[in-house]
């Protein structure tokens, strides 16, 4: 009987000894009343192994078992009278700490599933039938992610909080050989980062050799002023996302030639039809495009994707021209080699600069102004390519962090709670903080 309760608290982990053990069900609530054995037990003051017992007192403690109910364990805490030296204490409480009023097995069990970055504080509190108070009040206590040693290559990359906040974006840094998130800072501006990085020791930051960041001045500068050893590499998905942006701008005027401001555009014209409906063969990878027949309902057919991209690029030799300088800047970035670009480079910079099309000219612009930093980006590091791929996932993850999140006045908060639950090997502090 008694072990089967202990099982039902789980608390067999605890391997407890048993006096007394009770349950009683009070309307919803399940009432666990412990007294454990008697141990032999030295005074704390003078060491003495002789003390009575004076009395006790019961400790209400609460844990959260995965019931249908709230769980309390009501713990016949045992006093001691030591004989020598009259000191009065208590045994060694086993379910929580000196006067926790939340059981061991409840804070670990709140640490676990904060881990997952899908659950809010009132998620977890509503599992565990506590207080979204006291959910916050354990991670604030056990969980102070300490910044590791600034690693051989880090991104740079920041994160929309909201638009209601002080600081629209916080600044994101990552180590890119591990994946693992550095720290979170609550803005990207350019002085509230350079009292950042000014206090991290210049040994410290003389170990970094790259970093990688998108194409924002601010990064580039701070880079240069606070890393003078390392290199500065521009992410090529950044790159292309500009490309991308080029093209998209491109195909949509050419499409509003042929709008017939129609509210349908199944009636629309056939061009400003298919360019709508086929925008995506404009950004996305060929090859990743679906290689069966693909539903043209317009028409009431149905096409294999080299069909249709030549349809498409028949319609205006200016969206051809620039689908296949697209094509080419998009396969010279994917297979580039840092030591060979400069030639093949050099000309597609030239062409985009020289192009007729103004959108182009801009890119061609941009790429000249970061081409070497661009071209950092064509360097292994452990057989991997430089980039910002590792912020991806993380930046996603904390997307979903921040939908949850109730504001952001307690910055630090926000950030131990996102670097928790994406790192998972942050420590639980042995000692809670107060
Ligand atoms: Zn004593």
Redesign the pocket.
Known sequence: MNNDIIKLLNLEQFNLKIEKINIAKVKNILNCYITISKEDIA?P????SK?NIKDYRPKKIQHSISTNNPCFIIYNARRYK?T????IFYERNPFSKTFDKTSTYTIVSVLNKLKSHTKTFTDVATDMFLSTTTVIKIFDQYVDFKRPPLPEVICFDEVYLSRKSNYKYAFVMADFINCKLLDIYYSRHKDRLSQYFYKIKASERNNVHYIVIDMWDTYRDLATIYFPKALIVVDSFHVIKHLNEAIISIRIKIMKKYDNKNDSLETNDIYYYMLKKFHYFFIKEYDDIYDGKIKIPKLKTKWHKDEIRKYLLSIDEDLKYAYYLKERYREFSLTAKYDTCDNEFNELINEFQNSHLEEFRDFGLLIARWKPYIKNSFIRVNGKRLSNGPMEGINSRIKTIIKGANGFKNFYRFRNRVIYSINKDVPILGTPKK
Request: charged share 0%.
């Open positions: 005074c003051v003078c060491g003495y003390c030591c020598c030296c009259g000191n």
